[in-house]
């Protein structure tokens, strides 16, 4: 039976998250914010995601402690059935001592952390072995949020009847929601049975001081424990959500300014401070700025633009394969005027492959490079790139790939102008829903807070939902490169940037550069290719 006589003067809120494994640090704000926290581990398992998986900060770079996992016999694959495949806990706990051994709190938590992974290790269930780590954060966080499962609870429904009936069911009259979940939540539904709504904020959080580099927000609540100790919770921000309409009985329901209450200080109370390091949050440290967009054939100047003005590029080549767009064709100046340069692809009855599984359909790049050698052989610079660019043809030949001929080039080109963005593909980080949830999903355990995007992505991106948590959008302006001394008539800006290298040689970058480019450092272009 839903309870349904909860009294309407007090407020009490509930959020209903799937566990995952030693979360991040918004993970535990949002359940420091509620009085009750709904594991939602009977639903389906999603590979790739938090479920099993989280970030540390290591020397060589963030690395991924990855629990295995198979499922049961019966084949049933929600979170709470997933068991685990082979041990896991003390390669976990060894890779979290090498990372943090030099952490100002490493030697006060680690026989604590080392007992939990050791226990963690005994567990057979994956929802087990998260709520373990759950609690016991939570523990020493000083959060006395109640805890419980929603298998436990009778609530039943579509996704947001569900959610609605969960909280009738446990008497809360507000949830409290992450911003991502806008996309699918039905606040009408909410409304209907009296719950408000209410939305997570994820920005604005304090930077710390973090070892092994620039600093990164998406990485598991252990790297602040760890670099922070009894300050740790003073990280959080544990305050009031940001504004929102809802509705209780049809009158508004406000939300209020809670105060953050004292909680008591991590495992131990009296640790000496004296040896931290200054908190970076008294000097902003530079922002990390991401890209994210999919792999073209040797693109225009455009992209490479883009790709200059960030920390990091990731090659979303995941996402569906557009047939007649950029991904395996560009455009050259020739005699006969701009030419269409275009990678034979496998096609036909594949509508919906990803472009990372697009493969080539036959040989084609003897004739790209003959035709770049006849188009551009009376260039300036073409006798001192050509051997260069000849090579990464002849290794392009030998790729069966769209994406990995896509990312030779991009990557030899990159080096040649002098580029340093790190270069990632998505799927070093965790599939998350889509579109605007997944984007946020990378953007976070990049560890970036700006994200850059091409100008037409505008059309359909949720500013909103990236603001919300924490990512400042950013939007690339194409107009205003200056021209250059082109072979083969009038100038045309949309070709391939070989075209810019074959006729500009070291001189490249000063094409790229526009009066509305955001400051960016950039390195001189190699006098030659390598």
Known sequence: MLTSDFSPRKDRRAAILQSCYIPWKGYFD?????????????????????????LIKTQHGLKWLTVPVSRRRDRIDSIDSMRIARPFAHKHWRSIAQAYAKAPFFKKYSERLEACFKLAGSLENLSAVNV???????????????????????ARGSPTERLVNICREIGANIYLSGPSAKAYIDEAEFAKFGVGLEWMDYSSYARYSQLHGPFAHGVTILDL??????????????????????QRNS????????????????MSSQANRDSRSPNPSEHPPKPRRISIVQSCYVPWKGFFDLIGQCDEYVIFDSVQYVKRHWHNR?????????????????????????????????????????????????????????????????AADKKTLLTDVNALFLKGICKTLGLKTKITRDTAYPIQGVKT?????????AGADRYLSGPSARTYFDEAAFKAAGVTPE???????????????????AVSVLDLLFNTGPNALRYLRRASSPAVTFTEASVLPT
């Open 330 to 394: 560009n455009r050259i100046k020739t005699a006969n005027g701009v030419e269409w340069l275009t990678i034979p692809v496998v096609s036909k009855g594949r509508f919906e492959q990803p472009i990372d599984e697009v493969t080539i359909e036959k040989p084609w790049a003897e004739k790209h490079w003959r035709a770049l050698e006849l188009a551009y052989k009376r260039a300036p610079f073409f006798e001192a790139y050509a051997p260069a660019v000849q090579r990464w043809y002849e």
């Open 437 to 445: 949830e997944r984007l946020l999903g990378i953007v976070r355990a």
């Open 132 to 154: 373990l780590f759950i609690k016991t954060v939570c523990e020493e966080l000083g959060i006395g949020t109640e805890i419980i499962w929603s298998r436990d609870l009778k």
């Open 225 to 246: 424990i760890l670099n922070e100790g009894p300050d740790a919770w003073t990280y959080l921000k544990s305050q009031a959500p940001g504004s929102l309409v809802s």
């Open 30 to 54: 949002i359940i420091a914010m509620v009085d009750v926290f709904v594991v939602y581990d009977d639903v389906k398992y999603s590979k790739n995601h938090w479920h099993n998986r989280n």
């Open 475 to 493: 939007w690339m302006n194409y107009d205003g490169y200056p021209e250059y001394k082109q072979l083969h008539g009038d100038f045309e800006h």
């Open 251 to 266: 009158s508004p329901v406000r939300t209020l300014d809670r105060e953050v209450e004292p909680r008591r200080a991590l």
